[in-house]
């Protein structure tokens, strides 16, 4: 047998200007893999419905959330999937939705809703019968899925993977499984932790990296995970000796890119999608094909940079903060409203991609901040660091230790202009649930009605460049 493996897909389209992924053209080569051999499954290791630019658009009443990726995904006619981290980014009653409309089976063995019960529909493990025609013998695959529990919305339950997947295992074993596979959402230590523990575990289609690996375990047991967005997929055939008992394993890593031809039926799905899309955010007043600037230097929106230090693309943000209000003194916002996770390479940039760069948007307001309150504030940012909490600002620093505002040292009883995201002067950050319109020493001056973050971005790129 053969199996189509991916994971962590955020994107309907190709990426990286076109150039690499696109589900289209991985159905291209499902449908090659299918008449090589009919025996053919494809299997999702999890994050397929946030973060991206197209699940925030509004359509019938609520965000997509999502709801673009499982329609396409259906259509390409995956077979099974298991729950990423991100899965529980979007609310309990769109999860729930997600998981209905999907005709494809969801496997989780240790991801329950609060009551302790499995989600409606979803498969603690499973075991798929493989007929082999030629010889009439049937290969029985035993399959579950872990997902590591760092995202826990109150809807949400974990239990430990370990446990869990030596419990699972057993169970397989009982119901006479030839081969058994973890379908994994985990840290790639955490995989090999696994395989140490449950070496009865004959392959291990990962995900959450966003990178490809190749690692084998004892020289017998694979983990391997594709690259994210489907920039490559990994090809594994199943060859099952019935006389030994004995499997061999032979994975192909296989790039993504416009070597493949784009499924004319899964791209005509795709295409529908990002029009109800665009037309979304038209309703929003953005035009997303319009060209805003060209750019001549590539923008850092990488989260393993943002989240961690200002870069070009974060500057050019906090700057923009700043354009309605000439009397504020620094701006600031949080790491986490930065999405793309991408480098934008020098070029054209589009209005979609600065819906893509910031897909929440939000408000910027005018406040005044008591100096000692800033400084509380810019040390959990910096303790956030790591996180969509790691705060960046314009004309805020530390120096030496010390904060300064344009250069001087914040003063703890002076009362400092500022311009602020509308989510992170609600509270709603980790460690600054205090920063919000009930403390006494933050105060809104203008909600920022019309400045919507996303446009002012627009137009700091528009200004840039006229200089
Ligand atoms: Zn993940």
Redesign the pocket.
């Known amino acids: 047998m053969t199996i189509l493996h991916f994971s ?1 897909i955020y994107e309907i389209t190709p990426v990286s200007g076109g150039k690499e992924g696109g589900i289209a053209r991985v159905a291209t080569l499902r449908n090659q893999l299918l008449a090589r051999n009919p025996n053919t499954l494809t299997t999702l290791g ?2 397929l419905l946030s973060p991206s630019a197209i699940g925030t658009a509004q359509y019938e009443g609520d965000r997509l959330a999502g709801r673009q990726m499982v329609d396409v995904l259906n259509h390409f006619a995956l077979d099974y999937a298991t729950f ?3 899965e529980f980014d979007i609310k309990e009653n769109q999860f729930n939705q997600r998981i209905q409309e999907a005709k494809f089976t969801w496997i989780s063995s240790n991801v329950f809703a609060a009551d302790g019960h499995p989600f409606a529909g979803v498969k603690q493990n499973l075991v798929i019968p493989i007929h082999d025609k030629k010889s009439g013998k049937t290969f029985r695959i035993g399959m579950f899925g872990l997902t590591l529990p760092i995202n826990q919305p109150s809807h949400v339950r974990y239990s430990d993977p370990l446990t869990t997947a030596h419990a699972q295992i057993a169970q397989l074993l009982d119901q006479q499984s030839d081969f058994i596979i973890a379908l994994a ?1 985990q840290n790639i230590s955490d995989d090999i932790k696994l395989l140490q523990a449950s070496p009865q575990i004959g392959l291990l289609l990962g ?2 990296e966003h990178e490809n690996h190749q690692n084998w375990r004892g020289n017998f047991t694979p983990i391997l995970k594709s690259d994210a967005n489907v920039r490559s997929v990994y090809v594994v055939d199943l060859y099952f000796d019935p006389q030994t008992g004995k499997t061999e394993i032979k994975p192909t890593f296989v790039p993504i890119n416009d070597n493949l031809a784009e499924d004319p039926g899964i791209k005509a799905v795709v295409d529908q999608w990002m029009t109800i899309a665009f037309n979304a955010f038209r309703a929003q007043g953005f035009e997303p094909e319009a060209v805003v600037t060209t750019i001549t230097e590539a923008l850092d929106g990488l989260e393993s940079s943002v989240r961690n230090h200002p870069t070009n693309l974060t500057e050019l943000i906090a700057k923009s903060l700043l354009r309605p209000y000439p009397a504020a003194e620094l701006s600031l916002y949080n790491s986490g409203s930065i999405r793309i996770d991408d480098v934008l390479p020098a070029g054209q940039i589009t209005v979609y991609d600065v819906i893509r760069i910031l897909p929440f948007g939000g408000k910027v307001q005018l406040a005044t901040i008591k100096g000692n309150l800033l400084i509380k504030v810019l040390n959990q940012g910096l303790a956030n660091r790591g996180s969509g909490g790691f705060l960046q600002s314009a004309h805020a620093q530390q120096v030496n230790g010390t904060w300064q505002v344009n250069g001087a040292p914040i003063d703890p009883s002076k009362t400092y202009k500022l311009a602020i995201t509308d989510f992170l002067a609600s509270g709603k950050e980790r460690g600054l649930d205090y920063l919000n319109s009930n403390n006494p020493d933050f105060t809104s001056i203008n909600p920022g009605e019309n400045y919507d973050i996303r446009q002012l971005v627009i137009d700091q790129l528009r200004n840039n460049s006229k200089n």
């Open positions: 962590d999890g994050d990423g981290n991100h959402h995900g959450h």
